[in-house]
């Protein structure tokens, strides 16, 4: 019996467009003009709503953005718990693999950095709550990834064993996250950054979600 804990943005669900069309509403709500783009800035959408608004802030040439950040960043979360849901899709073949898991008898859980309320209620919407009985959320607990707390904690709601853990996530934040707790990590390549988190050096990588079963095989003989 495995634990497998997934992260949600950029892993589980594109959720991208929202994310940026929220940091823009944001930005609108200042007086700025938008500044983020679907597609181009993906990948600093699954960084956070903080990572878009310095972006945003670099690209305004602001000589002091943090103030803006912290100003935008509650406007930015209202405007995504509004439309959290518009464009985001869930990745093809994901609900198939957890799925899968499932029925095999192995654990299944999610560890993110969107804050709790906001990540329980788009897995609500995307028809996913049954299927993932644990969720840690960016303020479920005092400390977020890349702390390895909020994965362990996962891995104990679930009544899983760390030794036969894995996180399946897509960014820098779960590889330093899964490093600092000793759990292999596996990150997918359909993200925004494609094959280049090779570079980050998981444990494995996933090119589709067809493949998991075997991927996690590998991993645990």
Same mark, same amino acid.
């Given at each position: 019996? %495995?634990?497998?804990? =997934?992260?949600?943005?950029?892993?589980? *669900?594109? #959720?991208?467009?929202? %994310?940026?069309?929220?940091?823009?509403?944001?930005?609108?709500?200042?007086? +700025?003009?938008?500044? &983020?783009? +679907?597609?181009?800035?993906?990948?600093?959408? $699954?960084?956070?709503?903080?990572?878009?608004?310095? /972006?945003?802030?670099?690209?305004?040439?602001?000589?002091? @953005?943090?103030?803006?950040?912290?100003?935008?960043?509650?406007?930015?979360?209202?405007?995504?718990?509004?439309?959290?849901?518009? +464009?985001? #899709?869930? !990745? @093809?073949? *994901?609900?198939? *693999?957890?799925?899968?898991?499932?029925?095999?008898?192995? &654990?299944?859980?999610?560890?993110?950095?969107?804050?709790?309320?906001?990540?329980?209620?788009?897995?609500?919407?995307?028809? %996913?709550?049954?299927? =993932?009985?644990? &969720?840690?959320?960016?303020? #479920?607990?005092?400390?977020?990834?890349?702390?390895?707390?909020?994965? =362990?904690?996962?891995?104990?709601? /679930?009544?899983?064993?760390?030794?036969?853990?894995?996180?399946?996530?897509?960014?820098?934040?779960?590889?330093?996250?899964?490093?600092?707790?000793?759990?292999?990590?596996? %990150?997918?390549? =359909?993200? @925004?950054?494609?094959?280049?988190?090779?570079? /980050?050096?998981?444990?494995?990588? &996933?090119? +589709? !979600?067809?493949? /998991?079963?075997?991927?996690?095989?590998?991993? $645990?003989?």
């Amino acid at each position: 019996m %495995l634990s497998v804990v =997934f992260d949600l943005d950029g892993t589980l *669900a594109d #959720t991208a467009g929202d %994310l940026i069309a929220a940091a823009n509403a944001a930005l609108g709500a200042l007086g +700025h003009a938008p500044q &983020l783009v +679907h597609g181009p800035d993906d990948a600093t959408a $699954f960084a956070g709503g903080r990572a878009m608004l310095r /972006l945003a802030g670099e690209r305004m040439a602001l000589a002091e @953005p943090e103030p803006m950040v912290e100003a935008g960043y509650p406007l930015l979360l209202d405007a995504y718990g509004r439309a959290i849901d518009t +464009h985001t #899709t869930l !990745y @093809p073949g *994901a609900v198939a *693999a957890v799925d899968r898991l499932r029925a095999a008898g192995h &654990l299944v859980g999610i560890c993110t950095n969107k804050p709790e309320g906001l990540a329980v209620e788009l897995i609500a919407r995307l028809g %996913l709550t049954e299927r =993932f009985p644990v &969720l840690i959320g960016a303020d #479920t607990l005092p400390v977020r990834k890349p702390d390895p707390t909020p994965l =362990f904690e996962v891995v104990t709601r /679930l009544g899983g064993d760390p030794s036969r853990a894995v996180l399946i996530g897509d960014t820098i934040t779960d590889r330093k996250t899964s490093a600092a707790a000793g759990i292999p990590s596996v %990150l997918v390549t =359909f993200g @925004p950054t494609g094959r280049a988190v090779a570079d /980050l050096s998981p444990e494995a990588l &996933l090119d +589709h !979600y067809d493949e /998991l079963d075997q991927v996690l095989a590998d991993l $645990f003989p």
